[in-house]
């Protein structure tokens, strides 16, 4: 049974590609057969994330204008041997994409046994992002905590609810889960950011993972190394636990709150 | 929202129905004499030519204190044209505007409030309406999502987010936060009121008359309220337990 996860927004910039790559490579760490599709065509950038951009040949529309076949475009990661990427076309525009293309390619990859396809959403609201949504079982929404993030989730879990395939057939709906990143305790504390409960207060949802705001999240982006790999950052650990709550763990929140800076790190600053 | 649906699945549908508000200018009829009508019009447009001309305009015949004859409304709404304007519908009220509106092929629209006091907005029809049983949102209503019961009251037990539209023709009543807008009285009934549990609203309107929030009033900031028209006036209180 192939699940469908779309990674999506509405806002740019506020971490679809990197939580997709997280998320996907924590899926397959754990075994899982996972493919992460690039849905940004013009805008390729999945494939830098995860590290396996100059081992793009044929891409996400070569697939859906049978110039190739799926298996040729599907990129297989180096790190772990259950993860597979489809890159985006970067010389193309979004029109290249089309629903049956879609539901085509998405089907070879159900038949190919895969257990999760996940579907990286370009920002906006246009023909991408809603094809990346449309087909989706599941969804994450990544939320950072600002007004204008909020109110852009908020639209996308509107369309989530209206125009996708299994709101249109009205079985049950596409399951909704959010994901805050940029996370940062001092901050809230302070009142200048909003804190998870405001989040979940007016979206009116429940949070699969805060992901604290890290350096170390776009050291992995240059690295072309998801930063979940890094097993040394609290950004990994967070996607960590956000991926094993996708799975239906039940896990504590980590990292809502500032660590505690040791007395010398407070004298010395640092 | 998204203009274009994508084709999927099953073709796209060729026609989209949306409800959607549009100011529109009104004429108020106090004399049928076309050739007053021109010249005044004229002069109007003349003044305004990007404004006025080949826009749409109602005619409300209410002024003129009688219900005109079918030849004088066509003389009407030839000197209407001849000025550049488009005459596309009349304000409703009396039943010979009805039948005026079905010869003259053009289409009633409901009584624009202060300017027909002579005309009961809340005619006998509607409220034998009211009795309908209430629209049940149980989903959040998310930004850019528009709900509206049309002839009944809407009940919303769930939150109705920044940017989304609460709307119906009866009362609107909001059980979450009330965040976006909500439109009680869409068609003229003064006696709709908007309740909800958590006021944050950007805009509160009842039978046409609105109130935007631009900064929250700090007495009804998150705090259950009600609204409802007073005369012309809005007003807003905490609903006290």
Redesign the interface.
Known sequence: MTEIIVVTSGKGGVGKTTTSASVACGLARRGKRVAVVDFDIGLRNLDLIMGCERRVVYDFVNVIQGDCTLKQALIKDKRIETLHVLAASQTRDKDALTAEGVRRVLDELIADGFDYILCDSPAGIEKGAHLAMYYADRAVVVVNPEVSSVRDSDRILGLLASKTQRAEQGNGGVKEHLLLTRYNPRRVASGEMMSVDDVKEILGLDVIGVVPESPDVLAASNAGVPVILNDESDASRAYDDAVARLLGEDLPMRFLEEPKRGFFARIFGG | M?T?P????APAPAIDIRFGQVGLIQVRIRSTEPGAILDELTGKVASAPLFFQRTGVCLDMSPLGRDPQLEEMRAVMEAVRRAGMLPVGLVGGSGAVESLSVALDLPVLAPFRPQTQTIPVVQPAERVEAANPALMQH???????RVYARSRDLVVT??V????EAIADGCVHVY??L?GRALAGARGDISARVFCQEFRAELVSIAGVFRVFETLPPELAGKPVQAWLDGDDLRFAPLTS
């Open positions: 998204m274009k994508v084709e999927a699945g989903q959040p209503v998310r930004s850019g999502q769930s939150t987010g920044a940017g989304a979450g936060s965040r």
